[in-house]
């Protein structure tokens, strides 16, 4: 079986406005970046656009409905200082949703071994009610709750990468025994959650902070005695990963120091503990990352890593 990319050009028309660190750029460069050679087996597929439904799992539907409303017919608007809409915002989340959502069922009904969703606007900071920090529906969210609506997907284990604090999948998971939420991220840093004595209401939220500076040995410390073993005690049906990239140390918004081949230590662990418990059934969503240049490198080396699992 095959390594699949999921994405929809619809993604590319949400307009964040000049100077925005989240702008269709960061897409631009992910798929570039797939051109290579090295990418000509990677199978491709147009992400389909998510049903209301598939979102309501996870968002109530007056919040859906909310969001969508505020999308501009001209210009800008803003949910918050951060969170910018345009005219192509609304279905640029509804196809980085179903992207998830198709990325899943081929996995699921394995027609891939696993799968990227290369989409924007990101999800992991979208709570279940509120719309923020660049995100407006959460992606992996609707991802997993589809898992077990359609494919009997019971217990699915995120682990987020992302230099920020996933809150919104935190917030959405810490009730729910089923769902596993893992996370490292630089701590004080935006959103100002994800302590680790968060725990959930199951102890299934697992918090690892890494402090300003840390780099490749904070990291794997974090994921060698605090993450892997979290997820392998957890014995998830699927695993899926937010990978955000902004914790590379060339990224402008925070001040960890990894490197692409700490991105590719971790998904190769996380590929080891998949074939352990759910046949080797990962789907990782592009979350954060905000230079071009190390963007584009580190999600190269994930998704050609995710091709050799």
């Known amino acids: 079986m095959h390594t699949s990319l999921f994405t929809h050009p619809a993604c590319l028309?949400?307009?964040?406005?000049?100077?925005?660190?989240?702008?269709?750029?960061?897409?631009?460069?992910?798929?570039?970046?797939?051109?290579?050679?090295?990418?000509?087996?990677l199978d491709r597929q147009e992400a389909p656009r998510a049903e209301i439904a598939q979102i309501a799992r996870v968002h109530p539907l007056s919040h859906i409905e909310n969001v969508l409303a505020?999308?501009?017919?001209?210009?800008?608007?803003?949910?918050?200082?951060?969170?910018?809409?345009?005219?192509?915002?609304?279905?640029?989340?509804?196809?980085?949703?179903?992207?998830?959502?198709?990325?899943?069922?081929?996995?699921?009904?394995?027609?891939?071994?696993?799968?990227?969703?290369a989409v924007r606007p990101p999800g992991h900071h979208a709570e279940r009610?509120?719309?923020?920090?660049?995100?407006?529906?959460?992606?992996?969210?609707?991802?997993?709750?589809?898992?077990?609506?359609?494919?009997?997907?019971?217990?699915?284990a995120v682990m987020d990468f992302d230099v920020h604090h996933g809150n919104g999948t935190q917030d959405i998971f810490q009730s729910d025994p089923d769902m596993l939420y893992c996370s490292t991220h630089q701590s004080p840093l935006y959103p100002g959650t994800g302590d680790p004595a968060e725990k959930g209401e199951y102890?299934?939220?697992?918090?690892?902070?890494?402090?300003?500076?840390?780099?490749?040995?904070?990291?794997?410390?974090?994921?060698?005695?605090?993450?892997?073993?979290?997820?392998?005690?957890?014995?998830?049906d699927l695993i899926m990963i937010s990978a955000g990239f902004d914790a590379h140390s060339r990224d402008?918004?925070?001040?960890?120091?990894?490197?692409?081949?700490?991105?590719?230590?971790?998904?190769?662990?996380?590929?080891?503990?998949?074939?352990?418990?759910?046949?080797?059934?990962?789907?990782?969503?592009?979350e954060g990352g905000y230079n071009l240049r190390a963007l584009a490198s580190a999600c190269a080396a994930h998704v050609r890593e995710l091709m050799a699992a």
């Open 70 to 117: 505020m999308v501009p017919q001209s210009g800008h608007a803003g949910v918050d200082a951060d969170t910018v809409l345009s005219p192509g915002s609304g279905d640029a989340a509804l196809y980085a949703a179903g992207a998830v959502v198709a990325a899943v069922d081929a996995v699921a009904r394995g027609e891939s071994r696993n799968a990227f969703c």
């Open 252 to 286: 402008p918004l925070a001040g960890l120091h990894l490197t692409d081949d700490d991105f590719v230590w971790a998904t190769r662990k996380l590929g080891d503990l998949a074939r352990t418990h759910c046949g080797a059934r990962i789907v990782s969503v592009l």
């Open 203 to 236: 102890g299934n939220c697992v918090n690892a902070t890494l402090p300003a500076m840390a780099g490749s040995p904070e990291f794997r410390h974090a994921m060698t005695h605090t993450i892997l073993p979290a997820i392998d005690h957890f014995k998830p």
């Open 129 to 156: 009610a509120r719309a923020m920090g660049f995100c407006l529906f959460n992606n992996v969210a609707v991802g997993a709750y589809h898992a077990r609506a359609v494919h009997g997907l019971q217990r699915v």
């Open 13 to 41: 028309e949400h307009d964040t406005g000049l100077g925005h660190p989240e702008c269709s750029d960061r897409l631009k460069a992910v798929l570039a970046a797939m051109e290579s050679e090295d990418f000509f087996l």
